[in-house]
Nanobody
Framework: VQLQASGGGLVQVGGSVRLSCAAS????????VGWFRQAPGKGREFLAF????????YYADSVKGRFTVSRDNAKNTVYLQMNSLKPEDTALYYC?????????????????WGQGTQVTVSS
């Protein structure tokens, strides 16, 4: 399984950006896909996940109400819509997949990771 995260860039405070995570695999619809981020000097932070077959979502408190995760199984792609961005949202953003459909906020629970896409929020 390969994951390709994209969509990052430079955005102003209060702006929006949509990240994409394109995945390979014939059973993509059953994968749980999580989004994480890592700022310089900090650990990897869980943001959200979207489950496979039922599409249930779960968010970290730090992004609830501002970020939305969705998926298009026909395109093997998961999205992270990020609104009302703040300088503290600046980080390298990763998507990760669990092929067995486990639902977890722990980075170690995900086996497959994308390469990360940088989001920089300027004030």
């Amino acid at each position: 399984v390969q994951l390709q995260a994209s969509g990052g860039g430079l955005v102003q405070v209060g702006g929006s950006v949509r990240l994409s995570c394109a995945a390979s695999g014939r059973t993509f619809s059953s994968y749980t896909v999580g989004w994480f981020r890592q700022a310089p000097g900090k650990g990897r932070e869980f943001l959200a996940f979207i489950a496979g077959r039922d599409g249930n979502t779960y968010y970290a408190d730090s992004v609830k109400g501002r970020f939305t995760v969705s998926r298009d199984n026909a395109k093997n792609t998961v999205y992270l819509q990020m609104n009302s961005l703040k300088p503290e949202d600046t980080a390298l953003y990763y998507c990760a997949a669990d092929l067995l459909g486990h639902r977890t906020v722990v980075a170690g629970g995900y086996v497959y990771w994308g390469q990360g896409t940088q989001v920089t929020v300027s004030s």
